[in-house]
Each structure stands twice: as structure tokens, then as C-alpha cells.
T-cell receptor, first 114, second 111 residues
Framework: DSGVTQTPKHLITATGQRVTLRCSPR?????VYWYQQSLDQGLQFLIQ???????AKGNILERFSAQQFPDLHSELNLSSLELGDSALYFC?????????????FGPGTRLTVL | EDQVTQSPEALRLQEGESSSLNCSYT??????LFWYRQDPGKGPEFLFT?????EEKEKERLKATLTKKESFLHITAPKPEDSATYLC????????????WGAGTKLIIKP
């Protein structure tokens, strides 16, 4: 158990809908990362927050957004969902934002868009 | 362009048959190279961080090594429970410290 929690574990929804994924980082970690993992794409970095502020953006679609709250938990919002958004979504956390920080991953949320 | 390539894509071994997984990287200055293990449907689990060429780290049956262009994950006398996908990621010296991930090697150990 990494100490990172994610809810829900599974989510099934329809195209065009909007969902919110939630992540609680390890105690004391200030940095949160969101990743998407699909069968044909591998692990894709989406976005990073550090202590409530956006730190870095990866291959995140405009339909997706995220935020980190004062208690350091984070939410990833996915809207106008398409079939291709079906994937595992992982949250990871690390103590800081600097180099050489190991990232600790949560168990993931499996999103299925029908 | 920064890039990480892992080989082979998949590796099937008999229990006890030692082998190595490869992670080749091109990056403008390496801050660190990370190895993770991922079981199906679960989040990646951190294994090792290597910082400089010549460095080695060990954990049970796994040993990670680093050169200026690649890293190897050696697995000695593997057991079926070592079956997993092994992911490699590098952190470049420039930019915002984001990890660049390889596609992984799926390791299957047959009893």
C-alpha cells in the first residue's frame, strides 16, 4: 500500500458525460501527478500540482481539468467524454517538486465510456 | 527529443532462469533513472532510483545498473511472483522534472 488513495475504483459512463476522479496523496506529500494509461499508449503524464498550484502540463486534453485543494487532495475532471477516454487513470504523489523525488502511485480509477 | 525505449516488449522465462531487461534513454542531461514494477490493473510500485553511471542497486532478486546510455534490470533466479510489467522512467536535467516513461517490459515467469 503506497498511501495514495483514489476514488472511485471503477466508473462506467456514457459518451458526452462528465466525471470527477479524486485522489488523496500520501501524508506530507505536497505534489500530485495525474496519469492516463491505456492499452495502446502506455503511461501518459497529464498534469502536476504542487501545494495547490499547477506546476506542469503534459498531454492533457482541453476537455480535462484538474485542481488541488487546500487539504492537498486533488480532483481530475473529464468532460464531453469520448470512447477513447476509456483508460486507467492514476494519481501519484511525492514530497516536493524537485529532482530525484520518487513518485508513489495510487491504485487507479478504471474509466469505461460506453 | 528525450526518449526512453525498453526491450524486450515481453519476456517469458522458466522459474530460476536469470535474465536482464533493458532501458535505453536519450536525454539532455540525466538527473535520475527510475524503475517501477506494475501488476495488472494496479498502480506502478517504486523499485529503484539510479543517479549516475556505474551505480548499482539491489533488492531481493533484482539488481539495477546504469551506464551513460542505458540501464539494466537483472533478475536472478526469478519466481512466478516476479511476473509483472517493469517500467523505466528518466528525469531530465532541464525542464520541469517530469518523468519520461518507457512502454515497459512484460515479464512472465513460468513455474
Amino acid at each position: 500500500d503506497s498511501g495514495v488513495t483514489q476514488t472511485p475504483k471503477h466508473l462506467i459512463t456514457a459518451t458526452g458525460q462528465r466525471v470527477t476522479l479524486r485522489c488523496s496523496p500520501r501524508s506530507g506529500d505536497l505534489s500530485v501527478y495525474w496519469y492516463q494509461q491505456s492499452l495502446d499508449q502506455g503511461l501518459q503524464f497529464l498534469i502536476q500540482y504542487y501545494n495547490g498550484e499547477e506546476r506542469a502540463k503534459g498531454n492533457i486534453l482541453e476537455r480535462f481539468s484538474a485542481q488541488q485543494f487546500p487539504d492537498l487532495h486533488s480532483e481530475l475532471n473529464l468532460s464531453s467524454l469520448e470512447l477513447g477516454d476509456s483508460a486507467l487513470y492514476f494519481c501519484a504523489s511525492s514530497p516536493r517538486v524537485g529532482p530525484n523525488d520518487e513518485q508513489f502511485f495510487g491504485p487507479g480509477t478504471r474509466l469505461t465510456v460506453l | 527529443e528525450d526518449q526512453v525505449t525498453q526491450s524486450p516488449e515481453a519476456l517469458r522465462l522458466q522459474e530460476g532462469e536469470s535474465s536482464s531487461l533493458n532501458c535505453s534513454y536519450t536525454v539532455s542531461g540525466l538527473r535520475g533513472l527510475f524503475w517501477y514494477r506494475q501488476d495488472p490493473g494496479k498502480g506502478p510500485e517504486f523499485l529503484f532510483t539510479l543517479y549516475s553511471a556505474g551505480e548499482e542497486k539491489e533488492k531481493e532478486r533484482l539488481k539495477a545498473t546504469l551506464t551513460k546510455k542505458e540501464s539494466f534490470l537483472h533478475i536472478t533466479a526469478p519466481k512466478p511472483e516476479d511476473s509483472a510489467t517493469y517500467l523505466c522512467a528518466v528525469q531530465a536535467a532541464r525542464g520541469n522534472y517530469q518523468l519520461i516513461w518507457g512502454a515497459g517490459t512484460k515479464l512472465i515467469i513460468k513455474p
